[in-house]
């Protein structure tokens, strides 16, 4: 499989909304392999297709709970079953090297296709909730800075785009 590159905060691409998949087809399932190859490559438990430039509702997870295999989530849906907030340390491979503390629903179901096309639907608490959320972000063309505050928001970015063009 492939490694893929990862977009970092703030490349605009980033912002793009995922477009529904139609068919699970060889070419979803290819994608889906070499994600969860980036993700583990980069020591992830989280990618969005939208973060490896693939404008398409595809996230992969694996959570590394003990019993709980590796998860796939095509055009996923969440559905907040609790409005009670719990707040929680996020970081994102988009975002490399920061974490904020950001409040989501505690409890919600997800409701997508698994790596099959099969339909199911979950109920969610803890790192699962937050993990389905900030993915479904991605695909929305939203990342975990856009909850804090402009000033966080433009430390993290100049501190990026500082480092990006170290790189350069």
Known sequence: MAILNILEFPDPRL???AKPVTAVDDKIKRLVADMFDTMKHAQGIGLAASQVDVHQRVI???LGEEGIPPRV???PEVEVLDQSTNPYDEGCLSVPGFYE???RPAHVM???LDGEGNAFEEEAHGLLAVCIQHEIDH???KLFVDYLS????QRIR???EKIHKQNA
């Open 101 to 103: 503390t950001i409040d």
């Open 15 to 17: 912002r793009t909304v």
């Open 158 to 160: 100049k501190k990026l």
């Open 60 to 62: 992969v997870m694996d």
């Open 110 to 112: 997800i409701r997508a």
């Open 150 to 153: 402009s000033f966080k928001r």
């Open 139 to 141: 695909l929305e063309g």
């Open 73 to 75: 989530f095509i055009n």
